[in-house]
């Protein structure tokens, strides 16, 4: 079944990219595992998966116990400042880095741990109350805020566009983020390495690809739907 998923989920963003001239090796896609087990993951990764989302600093940390470095993991979810610790050195990206209090406090764990930490901005693009992130107003000033910080390394921006039925209705949003990602990108910020557009989910990854996202994060598209009960 994952295996199945996950090469119709690659053909899809294969087709999305065809259809507007770019190459399929510029998209990554990110295997959403969130409450999904240690097994399924493992079944991903006989299928030629290697990077894998999770929101969960404890999911991380139990994963990360089994499979190390033999999957490259990314932290996805709204982290907590005071769970930074657990998570330094087991992710090689960020991606929610959703207010300036939260990069202070990597600034200080990397610091402490004399590594580095890649980190992508959080954009909460269609300003939804619900939602986590920098407004769209702000961000160019978060990113340099973020920049001066030595040990911390902004790599490109995030957002998790609406959940709807429609697909389409998100485009907006997805070229929005683009726009911004490459008005930073012209910006030439020192410290700043605008490389990863993360933007779209398993409801809206082909338009996300269509309007220019370098990662695809795919959850129920490859491992099915989640049960949150599972949860501690
Ligand atoms: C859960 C989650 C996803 C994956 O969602 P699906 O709709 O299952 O593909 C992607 N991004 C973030 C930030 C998530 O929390």
Redesign the pocket.
Known sequence: MIRENLAEVRSNIAKACEKVGREPSEVTL?A?S?TKPVEMIREAMAAGQRAF?E?YVQEIEEKYAVLGDNADWHM??HLQRNKVKYIIGKVSLI??VDSLRLAEQIQKEAEKHSVTVRVLLEVNVANEESKWGFTPDETVEAVKAVAAMPNVHVCGL?T?AP?TEDAESNRVYFRQLRKLFDDIKAMNIENVDMQVLSMG???D?TVAVEEGSTLV???????G??DYSKLQ
């Open positions: 990110l959403v969130k989302g929101n996805i979810g991606h929610s995030m998790s959940i989910m398993t409801g990854y994060r795919v959850g129920t598209g490859i491992f739907a989640r």
